[in-house]
Each structure stands twice: as C-alpha cells, then as structure tokens.
C-alpha cells in the first residue's frame, strides 16, 4: 500500500486547509485511515481516523468540532478537512493505512505516507 498525502500550506490563524491522502496498491476499502501530525521535538499523534467503510471516525479533543475527515473510495482518497486553524495545529502532517477498523496509535498502523506541512499564523 502507498500513500500520497498533499494539500498542506501556509495559513493565517482562523483559516481553512484540506488534506488529501490518495491510497494506491491496494483496494482502498480494506483499508482503515488516519492522520496524525508532528511538530517539532514532538511526538507524532493522532489527529483523526476513519474506518474502512466511513462509519466510524476518530478525533482528537483537540481537533473536534473544527477537523473533519471523510472518504470516497471511488477515487482512493481520504480527505481531513481543517477548519478555524490555530497556530498550534502547526505540524508535519501524516497519512496512514491499517486493515479494516481504525486505530489512535502510531504503531497500529502499517503503511504510511510522506508528510505535508501545515504552518498557521498568528
């Protein structure tokens, strides 16, 4: 399984990005996906996760209410919404794949992307 993620950029505090991880390979319906991010000197954690079917998702505190994650197998793409963006959500941000159900820790996924950098200004 490959991921490509993409769609990260520079954006002033309260604006909107979306990220794109498009999953080639294999046949994305088998695959749960989750993004997490990295900010420097940081651990990388869990942002948001979606099950295989689109069911069943995951969000951090920190994100919920603003980050919105979805996907459209049809096009092998999981999408993470990221709206009223704070400096804090600076980071490197990561896509991942699992088998069918997802996952909130680093080490239960098995197939990850290159990052794409998100930077919010204050």
């Known amino acids: 399984v490959q991921l490509q993620a993409s769609g990260g950029g520079l954006v002033q505090a309260g604006g909107s990005l979306r990220l794109s991880c498009v999953v080639s390979?294999?046949?994305?319906?088998?695959?749960?996906v989750g993004w997490f991010r990295q900010a420097p000197g940081k651990e990388r954690d869990v942002v948001a996760a979606i099950n295989w079917s689109g069911l069943s998702t995951y969000y951090a505190d920190s994100v919920k209410g603003r980050f919105t994650i979805s996907r459209d197998n049809a096009r092998s793409t999981v999408t993470l919404q990221m709206n009223s963006l704070k400096p804090e959500d600076t980071a490197l941000y990561y896509c991942?794949?699992?088998?069918?159900?997802?996952?909130?820790?680093?080490?239960?996924?098995?197939?990850w992307g290159q990052g794409t950098q998100v930077t919010v200004s204050s």
């Open positions: 390979g294999r046949t994305i319906s088998n695959y749960a």
């Open positions: 991942a794949a699992r088998l069918l159900y997802l996952a909130s820790t680093t080490d239960e996924y098995d197939h």
